[in-house]
């Protein structure tokens, strides 16, 4: 399994993109939680840790973006070294110039590839950085 053993977070506010990341994760032997809306991400970090990885949305409700949240994780000393990537539907022209400017370790649009989803994750996890658009 590709990811026995890993932990990972997703804040997604999709509840189909969300279980589709969770299923696919899941399958390769991850432990997966999330948070919905980024309100909570950081609480909800904090109680799930450890985490291998962290997966974001960027384009969330109520004014609330990934980028804002990855600034929330990265202030936690605890997470300052944790990989987090942007999976998200927004324009990756812009998108990507955005979290390599703030310091994401990749970016993978929506919809996801499914064939290659938990292999991407492990190589983040594993020190590689991905840009992927669709």
């Known amino acids: 399994m590709l990811l026995k053993g890993k932990r990972v977070f997703i804040t997604e506010d999709n509840v189909t993109n969300r279980s589709v990341m969770q299923l696919l994760l899941e399958r390769e032997g991850a432990t997966v939680a999330f948070e919905r809306w980024g309100l909570k991400t950081c ?17 969330l409700p109520d004014g609330m973006s990934g980028l804002i949240v990855y600034d929330q994780i990265r202030a936690l000393s605890e997470f300052e070294n944790t990989p987090i990537i ?12 955005e979290t390599q400017a703030k310091g994401f370790d990749g970016f993978i649009g929506k ?12 190589d983040v996890i594993s020190g590689e950085h991905i840009w992927e658009a669709i």
Request: proline share 7%; no cysteine.
């Open 43 to 59: 609480e909800r970090l904090r109680s799930f840790a450890p985490v291998d990885i962290i997966l974001l949305d960027l384009m």
């Open 111 to 122: 919809p996801i590839n499914r064939m290659h989803f938990a292999q991407q994750i492990a």
């Open 86 to 97: 942007a999976v998200s539907a927004k324009e990756p022209d812009v998108a990507i110039a």
